[in-house]
């Protein structure tokens, strides 16, 4: 029976990070197709140090993600994503208005 | 249809400029032009705010800004080295407010927020990009208003 539990609450911790983790892996690629680099899902990346990372490729990388994940982003929150993570919480975040 | 007839309301007093060519040479790149048919419509001029040289040309086809990268300045790198050499159109507007705003209004994004620049005698530029990655520039032109 602690077994059989076990699993469950396993199972279930599965299911609560599987978006999450879903995001980072669609994020991961398409930051590894955008920087010509192998870049993991838990990889910190920042504009600050992405050579490549200029205003226009960061514009061409918010539309790529909007259409990957099926949201947008206004302005004001487009300008603050500077980093891998802050595009991750920024999908989170719309999705969830959404639902 | 009813998208391209708001669309028309949206572009209604732009008026077209040029299209901007990247390149990483430009004595290079006007000779090509100029060997079929363009000439240079006026001095070469630098604009270190956007991190360029460039001269506009005039001919057979729409006028053409050349653009070439200053010492030190990556700013054309992105389309060179993807080998894009046409890589934005201008148009003159009125005003470059209501141009922007009307643009991010179906979907685009600011690139450069407005600035002044060499090339046009310190008027204010600003670009944008759509959703199909297409560059749009803008060049505040206030006499156009009396015109529209």
Redesign the interface.
């Known amino acids: 029976v602690i077994a059989a539990a076990t699993i469950r609450q396993q199972e279930s911790e599965e299911m609560d990070k599987q978006p999450d983790d879903t995001a980072r892996l669609k994020l991961a690629e398409i930051f590894s197709a955008f920087f010509r680099r192998p870049i993991g899902p838990e990889e910190t990346v920042n504009r600050n140090d992405e ?2 990372w ?4 960061h ?2 990388l ?2 790529v993600i ?2 990957a994940f099926g949201v947008t982003f206004p ?1 004001e929150v ?1 300008e603050k994503l500077t980093s891998m993570d802050a595009f991750a919480d920024a999908v989170r975040a719309t999705a969830g208005e959404a639902e | 249809v009813s998208g391209a007839i708001a669309g028309k309301r949206i572009s209604e007093d732009w008026r077209f400029h040029h299209v901007g060519v990247a390149s990483p040479n430009l004595v290079r790149e006007v000779a090509n032009w100029l060997a079929i048919g363009y000439v240079e419509e006026a001095d070469v001029f630098e604009d270190p705010l956007q991190g360029v040289r460039g001269v506009f040309l005039t001919g057979p086809g729409p006028r053409l800004e050349i653009l070439e990268p200053l010492s030190g300045s ?2 054309l790198d ?1 389309w060179i080295g993807r080998g894009i050499r046409i890589y934005h159109q201008a148009f003159e507007v009125s005003r470059i407010d209501k141009a922007l705003s009307l643009t ?1 209004s179906v979907g685009a ?4 927020p407005p600035v002044p620049a060499v090339a046009f005698g310190g008027r204010l530029i600003s670009f944008v ?1 759509q ?1 199909n ?1 297409n ?1 749009i520039e803008f060049i505040e032109t206030p006499q156009l208003e009396v015109n529209s």
């Open positions: 050579e490549r200029d205003s226009l490729r514009v061409e918010v539309f909007e259409d302005p487009a | 990556t700013v992105d991010l994004k600011t690139q450069r990009m959703p990655m560059l």
